[in-house]
């Protein structure tokens, strides 16, 4: 598998295995170290995924190094401020039951960011966390950010697939040295993503299914992908996109699917913002 290296020097696979919307702890943890043992080392979790826990759990019964894993979850709403990021911190790294992160990341951008980025750059300089960054931050307020902190974000985690390809924020990204990363990268099964006509033609010609080919056309382009699943054949699948490279041709092809537009949340309405931080995840 390949990895990228992001703008503080550390080193992230670019691919990894995302747990959004396995609460279950029995079964997330299975799904962890069926993971692990398939052979990714990249775990994206958050505090608002509500099964930290059950990460951490499968990271020590998988008895892997931790210095071989990539690990990152995140800020939920509820806690992002200067005192709440500091206090969430450790309340995630006491639930994972490890001693650092390699990834933390703001969850949205909502409440006060801007304080909690500032406790985030002082984790990463106490070394508790080796990269820093954000989710869903569109390119205004990423922007915005970058321009005023001393630690330019490493990650923006935001939705990425064949139907939602976001150029210019990618653009916007590599301008400020940031790293995409996609969640979602199946579009959540939208436009039946996984029999697509296209795709699926697609990856005929390599002998690869359509999800394949959707996950590597989003490496090709240099984003890191997080595909979830709870069935092992499917993490295998998804895992063995590295023997082939789309062509030229065919990423113009599936360029030309773009929509423009997500088809799963609206981070500009109203109710959207309401119905976000309305979730609390404790007391």
């Given at each position: ?69 990539f690990i990152t979850t995140k800020l939920w709403v509820q806690d992002t401020s200067y005192e709440g990021a500091k206090k969430a911190f450790q309340t995630s790294l006491d639930k ?100 697509h006509p296209l795709l699926s033609e697609i990856g005929k010609k390599y002998g690869k299914s359509a999800a394949q080919v959707a996950l590597r056309w989003n490496v090709q382009r240099g984003v890191v992908v997080i595909p979830k699943s ?54």
């Amino acid at each position: 598998m390949d990895s990228i290296t992001l703008n503080n020097g550390v080193s992230m696979p670019l691919e990894g295995f995302g747990v959004f919307q396995i609460p279950d702890q029995e079964i997330c943890k299975k799904a962890v170290l069926d993971a692990l043992d398939t052979g990714y080392t990249l775990i994206d979790t958050a505090a608002a995924y509500m099964n930290e826990e059950a990460v951490g759990k499968a990271i020590r019964e998988s008895g892997r190094n931790r210095e071989d894993l990539f690990i990152t979850t995140k800020l939920w709403v509820q806690d992002t401020s200067y005192e709440g990021a500091k206090k969430a911190f450790q309340t995630s790294l006491d639930k994972l039951g490890l001693e650092y992160l390699d990834l933390y990341l703001i969850h949205q951008a909502m409440n006060d960011y801007y304080g909690a980025w500032r406790a985030m750059e002082e984790l990463y300089r106490e070394g508790r966390v080796r990269a820093i960054g954000v989710c869903n931050f569109y390119p205004a307020r990423l922007a915005d950010l970058a321009l005023h902190c001393d630690v330019i974000p490493a990650v923006n985690q935001v939705e990425l697939h064949p139907f939602f390809q976001q150029a210019g924020a990618l653009g916007n990204m590599a301008a400020f040295g940031i790293q995409p990363e996609a969640w979602g990268p199946f579009a959540e099964g939208r436009h039946g993503i996984f029999t697509h006509p296209l795709l699926s033609e697609i990856g005929k010609k390599y002998g690869k299914s359509a999800a394949q080919v959707a996950l590597r056309w989003n490496v090709q382009r240099g984003v890191v992908v997080i595909p979830k699943s709870t069935h092992r054949e499917r993490m295998e699948q998804n895992i063995s996109i590295w023997d082939f490279s789309l062509s030229q041709e065919d990423m113009d092809r599936i360029a030309a699917l773009d929509l423009g537009h997500s088809e799963i949340i609206d981070h500009s309405d109203p109710a959207v913002i309401r119905w976000i931080c309305g979730n609390r995840i404790h007391d």
